[in-house]
Structure formats: structure tokens, C-alpha cells
């Protein structure tokens, strides 16, 4: 299949999906906090680490297709690093400071932990 439609449903479905995880975290936890954007920076990480690690060690025939429409697309997507900096932005306009410099050193911090962990659980689960 086209590389470009792949990227492009992909991308669809992890806007939808980023979009729906905002809003349950506005409506859950209130705008105090960018949760949403937190939870899907963290967990897009994750997914991501485990997608490359599952693919390294699967040795699938459609590793470059499903790269394009999970990794570039979904992912792509469905994580917000445009968000999460417009986020640390407005919460320092607000004179919260503090609270942006840990949001920003949190989610790069547990992202990479979580890149890492999901690459360490996929080694795990599909090496030979």
C-alpha cells in the first residue's frame, strides 16, 4: 500500500485517539495540568519502544508498512510534542513556573524511561 496513505490513516486514527485522551483528562482531572498531553507524550513513547523492538525481533515482511502507519502515523500523531511546548508555555505566561519546568523535565524524562522500558519489554517478549 501506498507509504502516504498508510502514514495518513495511521495519523487520522492517532489524532482521534490524542484528541479523545485530552478531553477525558480535562473532564476527569480539570485544566489545572496538561494530563492529556502527559499521558499521551508518556504512553506514545512507550508504544513506540515496544513497536521498534517487536519489529527488530519479529523479522516481518510488512516491518516497513506497519513502521509507516503505527510508528510515523499513529504515534506521529497521536503524541504532541507541539502541544506539550505550547503547554510549558502558558503555564510560565501564568506565572507557574515551577510546575512548567517539572512538567517539561517529567514527560522528557519518563518519555525516554518509557522508550526504553518498551523497548527492554519487546526484547523480552519476541527475541527468539
Same mark, same amino acid.
Given at each position: ?54 519489529? =527488530?525481533? =519479529? ?9 509507516? =502507519? ?6 506521529? =500523531? ?51
Amino acid at each position: 500500500m501506498n507509504h502516504i496513505l498508510l502514514v495518513a490513516m495511521g495519523g487520522a486514527l492517532g489524532a482521534v485517539a490524542r484528541h479523545l485522551v485530552n478531553q477525558a483528562g480535562l473532564r476527569l482531572l480539570g485544566p489545572e495540568f496538561p494530563y492529556g498531553t502527559f499521558a499521551v507524550n508518556v504512553a506514545g513513547s512507550l508504544a513506540v519502544g515496544l513497536l521498534v523492538g517487536w519489529l =527488530a525481533q =519479529a523479522g516481518r515482511p510488512d516491518a516497513t508498512e506497519i513502521r509507516f =502507519a503505527l510508528g510515523v502515523g499513529f504515534l506521529g =500523531a497521536f503524541t504532541t510534542m507541539s502541544a506539550f511546548a505550547l503547554d510549558v508555555v502558558v503555564m510560565a505566561e501564568r506565572k507557574m513556573v515551577l510546575l512548567a519546568g517539572a512538567y517539561a523535565a517529567g514527560t522528557v524524562i519518563v518519555s525516554v524511561l518509557a522508550v526504553l522500558a518498551g523497548l527492554l519489554i519487546a526484547r523480552q517478549i519476541f527475541s527468539p
